[in-house]
């Protein structure tokens, strides 16, 4: 992104001075869902991400302007100042979380903007709560560490916005690697990176541009329907296998689901039946990427988005067209990405093969729903970071 407009606009409005900031969005190869189940994912950050400008300005409250909204917001730092504005709730939200880690943030100017698309599934909003929060905890010198930067913006997430989202997001912004995927355990934060370089192949992500309605209650549905399963499972496994409490679908088998089946409703059973088969199936993805064996990790896409439409009904009449359009363009692998109820499909596509099936679903897809996809390439880049 061009950062000339946000630096000018910080000036224009708050004075000289001001640092630039950046952390980015992610897309994620594979393991939906599982983060708050306490299981695996493998997301890298990406080249599109949101900036901000920032100044302590020596008073005891904010003043935001998000140049892409045209809309600027003021508010104080204690937490009944809560402003009204959407864009401004991630900036309190992440000041008010460090308070409650015992770090008071002083009033600061900011603006802010980015390149992440708006409820395409990359994440903008846990790219905007890392910024932030990376900008804060550098200019103010708070000492937190990345990985508590990632929480810091998954409670966020949870106390301000109402989403009661798991780590991944957050963890991708703020510990990107650039040309590297993030095999991340989401209960340990334990983490390992996997260098990404498919030869031959190239990831490409085709946004539907639709956002349905209603995503994050339903989203938030989901992760009850996952806990009421552990529930069940719990009266009779208090204990998992590893010697803890069990806590997490995390901690169960499919063995241990069959017994609950009668106990728990056939929706929140077929939901903990994809979490269960998707834990796993991340486990051979990366079995199959330390092989190079791209035709596995494709197939492995392919089952995600059959058990995310089917079993975790996430997808939409969009997002199961264009996984269509990839099984008939001999795409490797192709499916839903992020929560879901639109956004993106990310696709591993031979190299010989990306432009008929760009074209190809492109077409398709106007044709069918009226509406241009987007189509963007992958580019795994560094997470956030001071700029100038
Ligand atoms: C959203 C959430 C993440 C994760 C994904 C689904 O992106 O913010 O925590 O649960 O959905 O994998």
């Known amino acids: 992104m061009n950062t000339t407009k946000i630096k000018d606009k910080f000036q224009e409005l708050y004075g000289p001075g001001g640092t630039l900031y950046v952390s980015p969005g992610r897309i994620n190869l594979i393991g939906e869902h599982t983060d ?8 890298g950050a990406i080249d ?9 300005n020596g008073t005891d409250k904010v003043k935001a302007y998000a140049l892409d909204l045209n809309e600027s917001s003021e508010f104080g730092l204690k937490e009944e100042d809560k402003p009204k504005e959407g864009f401004a709730k991630y900036i309190f939200g992440v000041v008010r979380e460090m308070a409650k880690r015992g770090k008071e943030v002083p009033g600061f100017d900011i603006v802010i903007s980015g390149d992440v698309p708006l409820g395409a599934g990359m994440s903008s909003s846990a790219a905007l709560e890392s910024a932030v929060g990376y900008a804060l905890n550098d200019q103010f010198g708070l000492g937190f560490t990345r990985p508590e930067l990632a929480t810091i913006g998954q409670s966020t997430e949870h106390n301000y916005v109402g989403v009661k989202c798991g780590i991944m ?11 590297s ?3 991340l355990d989401c209960r340990s934060l334990e983490h390992e990176y996997v260098p990404f370089n498919p030869k031959g192949y190239q990831l490409v992500l085709l946004n539907t541009c639709v956002t349905h309605e209603l995503a994050s209650s339903a989203y938030n549905k989901r992760r009850e329907s996952c806990e009421r399963v552990v529930e069940a499972i719990k009266k009779r496994h208090p204990v998992a296998e590893t010697g803890h409490a069990l806590s997490l679908l995390r901690d169960a088998n499919l063995e241990m689901l069959e017994e609950v089946k009668n106990e728990v409703s056939a929706e929140d059973y077929m939901r903990a039946d994809f ?11 990366c079995e199959a990427l330390k092989k190079g064996d791209y035709e596995t990790v494709g197939q492995k896409m392919y089952e995600t988005h059959e058990g995310l439409s089917k079993k975790y009904e996430v997808s939409c009449p969009e997002l199961d067209f264009l996984n269509d359009q990839a099984k008939k363009h001999g795409v490797t692998g192709s499916r839903v990405m992020g929560g879901g109820f639109g956004g993106c499909t990310i696709n591993l596509v031979k190299d010989e093969k990306v432009a008929d099936f760009v074209k190809g679903a492109s077409e ?3 044709k069918e729903f009226g509406i241009k996809p987007k189509v963007y390439d992958v ?9 100038e």
């Not at 708050?36 to 997301?43: A, R």
């Not at 997001?169 to 040309?179: I, R």
């Not at 580019?379 to 700029?387: H, M, Y």
């Open 379 to 387: 580019v795994i880049k560094d997470g956030a970071r001071k700029i």
């Open 275 to 285: 979490v269960i088969g998707e834990i796993q199936r991340l486990l051979d993805t």
């Open 169 to 179: 997001d957050q963890f991708a912004s703020c510990m990107g690697k650039e040309g």
């Open 364 to 366: 398709a897809y106007e």
């Open 36 to 43: 708050y189940n306490g299981g695996f994912v493998l997301p």
């Open 181 to 183: 995927l993030i095999r």
């Open 48 to 56: 599109k991400a949101m900036y901000c400008v920032i100044k302590p």
